[in-house]
Structures are given as structure tokens and as C-alpha cells.
Nanobody, 124 residues
């Protein structure tokens, strides 16, 4: 069992930045690949970014490529999502999730444990 807690969300103007954190507890964090997903009201949950267990391999949705950066510090059992050049369409609840595999995936159904989410609102 892994418990995940997101933090760092908030209200920001378009063009601004936020850094989300995902703190894990329970089993060894470095056994898990990790992903960030988001869900806006009335929309399905969508993939944002993911990172391998070692942190050497990352994947991004086209919509955030070049603006968001995923990273992790296994010694701190924490992963991050640095979000720059935020747009109103980035407004959503952001969730971190983990799966016990080497290579992360982009499908939410592949992930085993989820956090409760943190709200990001980008104003015009």
C-alpha cells in the first residue's frame, strides 16, 4: 500500500508558474513509476506527465511539453511537477499516481495508487 498526498496547487494568472509536490509514504517509493494526471470539470481524466522509477525517463502530453517538467527525489519519497507558462486551459484538479513497474505509462487505468488531488486554477 502506498499513500500519496499532493500539494502546491492554487490560483495563478496566465503565464505564471506553480510547482506541485506528491509526497509518498508506505512502500519504497523507488519501486514505483509515477505519473501526473488532471481532470477538469465535465471532462475525463487525462495524462499530463510520467517518470520512471530512476527518474531517467520522462513522458509528457503534447499539450504540456516544453512548459511542464516532472521530476522526483527518491530519497525524499517525493515527486514534483513544475508548471510554467500556465494557461487557462490548464485549470483542473491534478492527481499523482504510482504503479509498480519500471517504465511509466500514459493510461490512468495502469496506475495502482492515487492521491486525492490538488486544484490548479489559471485566470486570464
Amino acid at each position: 500500500q502506498v499513500q500519496l498526498v499532493e500539494s502546491g496547487g492554487g490560483l495563478v494568472q496566465a503565464g505564471g508558474s506553480l510547482r506541485l509536490s506528491c509526497a509518498a509514504s508506505g512502500r519504497a517509493f523507488d519501486n514505483y513509476a509515477m505519473g501526473w494526471f488532471r481532470q477538469a470539470p465535465g471532462k475525463e481524466r487525462e495524462f499530463v506527465a510520467s517518470i520512471s522509477r530512476s527518474g531517467r525517463t520522462t513522458y509528457y502530453a503534447d499539450s504540456v511539453k516544453g512548459r511542464f517538467t516532472i521530476s522526483r527525489v527518491n530519497a525524499k519519497s517525493t515527486a514534483y511537477l513544475q508548471m510554467n507558462s500556465l494557461k487557462p486551459e490548464d485549470t483542473a484538479s491534478y492527481y499523482c499516481a504510482v504503479r509498480q513497474t519500471v517504465i511509466p505509462g500514459t493510461e490512468s487505468g495502469l496506475y495502482d495508487y492515487w492521491g486525492q488531488g490538488t486544484q490548479v486554477t489559471v485566470s486570464t
